[in-house]
């Protein structure tokens, strides 16, 4: 076949030129996995291509630059941008599994450097937290970074975002803007704080494409979900181990705190392909961006951090190189984890509606010098702003209690809930002070309010 689309580039200025990325490859669609790739790009002279997978050679011939491009591993949504850049390699060395080196190269090209008036020092910051998030990623999930070398690339529009072709990874030119400028640019002091989390983990979030996207793509737009929620929920790893446990909680809260305010209407799973709501794109991103993360951080809570690590590394390793549907996550985490799970994804990733529970709860003496705590818990599942109560459903779940002594010292104790009305009675051996339930957002839901009696 022979084919012409001389209208296929994007002249954005003199030194940054691309194709469009909603695709520009005759019969193929943005997420098609392309299995064998190789592409001849020529360009004039002075320019620099980046492309996909590695560059095999790169000649000059009079006026005419000409590059070749494979892959040896399948790709996604392949893009090719050139232009003339300022560059910064990492000054982390990025490595595959065996050791071998992947370079890592940030790019921003020349006319949006001065325009934006970006300083070096903040393209080494980016730069080296996207080969820190190869390296983690690899010892998370136990598969390579799939191709020779990632390039990160300015896009000349200022805006703030991410977005990662294989191999590849564009960065909104406001992401190069320093915090403090940034953080102005928000209305509160909550948004500050949000778009301060959002800056250190879009690279993560985008690095964490090449695993989820390119390394395990998805069947269909109606299984795109967890390219998104694995990669957001990749990112959060990275900030637990980039900025310790308290950034991993903050951010398992903004999820919950993004849920909680969008609502969205349609499940995790049916969000790329239906209306959620009002809000549109916040809907949308409430769903796939909060909600599907939230629910890997549940199997975390639920079955503990070793199983939970097994299981992402089943899932990484069984599925690389295919292309999936969620039934392909929900029978992983069946064999992690054990027994029938269709519950917990017809809950969370299928279904609709959050659960909104009220409990009751009182603890007595008993002779033996002990104590009792007794209560129950009821549910119903809601759905949208008005809570349209979703009748004869309820959800599963592991919902810890958190007792703390009169005397210092403190106990958990994990309650199963199951039904609309779960009944418990457990024994402690000192005095409660406090009793508290699903203390550190270890489950979902929209509420949890003591009766009134
Ligand atoms: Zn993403």
């Known amino acids: 076949m022979q084919w012409e689309n001389p ?106 450097m001065s325009e934006y008036q970006l300083v070096p020092r903040q393209l080494q910051t980016l730069v080296d937290e996207a080969a820190q998030s190869i390296n983690l990623y690899e010892a998370i999930f136990q598969v390579d970074y799939p191709f020779d070398k990632l390039d990160l690339v300015n896009d000349p529009v200022p805006a703030l975002y991410g977005q990662a072709p294989s191999s590849v990874i564009y960065l909104g030119s406001l992401v190069f803007r320093s915090m403090g400028t940034l953080a102005n640019l928000g209305s509160s002091r909550m948004d500050a704080t949000r778009i301060s989390r959002f800056m250190r983990s879009v690279v993560a979030h985008e690095v964490g494409h090449q695993w989820w996207g390119a390394s395990v793509s998805n069947a269909n737009s109606g299984n795109y979900w967890f390219v998104e929620s694995l990669a957001e929920y990749a990112s959060a790893y990275y900030l637990e181990y980039a900025y310790g446990q308290k950034e991993y909680d903050a951010q398992v809260k903004e999820w919950r705190d993004t849920i909680l305010r969008a609502e969205p209407l349609a499940s995790v799973q049916n969000a790329s392909i239906m209306w959620s709501g009002d809000k549109g794109f916040g809907n949308y991103q409430a769903a796939v961006y909060n909600k599907g993360p939230y629910a890997f951080h549940i199997l975390r809570e639920t079955f503990g951090d070793e199983k939970f690590l097994r299981f992402m590394r089943m899932l990484s390793r069984s599925l690389a190189k295919k292309q999936i549907v969620t039934r392909d996550i929900q029978y992983i985490a069946e064999v992690a984890f054990g027994g029938d799970m269709g519950w917990f994804f017809d809950q969370w990733i299928r279904g609709i509606g959050m659960p909104q529970l009220t409990y009751d709860v009182s603890y007595r003496a008993t002779e033996d010098g002990q104590y009792v705590v007794e209560g129950k818990v009821q549910q119903e599942i809601v759905l949208g702003e008005d809570d349209t109560v979703l009748e004869g459903r309820a959800f599963r779940g592991a919902v810890p209690i958190l007792i703390e002594y009169r005397d210092g010292g403190e106990h958990e104790q994990v309650l199963l809930i199951e039904g609309e009305e779960t009944e418990f009675r457990f024994k402690v051996p000192k005095e409660p002070r406090k009793i508290l339930f699903n203390n550190s957002g270890e489950i979902l839901f929209k509420s949890m309010d003591k009766a009134s009696l």
């Open 7 to 112: 209208k296929a580039i994007r002249d954005y200025s003199y030194s940054f030129k691309a194709v469009p990325r909603g695709g520009w490859l005759p019969l193929l669609r943005i997420f098609d996995l392309v299995e064998e790739f190789e592409l001849t790009v020529k360009t004039p002279e002075e320019y620099k291509v980046l492309g996909i997978g590695g560059k095999i050679s790169d000649t000059v011939e009079g006026e005419v630059r000409t590059t070749k491009w494979r892959a040896d591993h399948p790709v996604t949504f392949p893009s090719i941008i050139y232009g003339d850049y300022f560059e910064v390699e990492s000054s982390v060395q990025a490595k595959k599994i065996d050791g071998t080196p992947i370079p890592v190269t940030i790019h921003v090209d020349k006319v949006s």
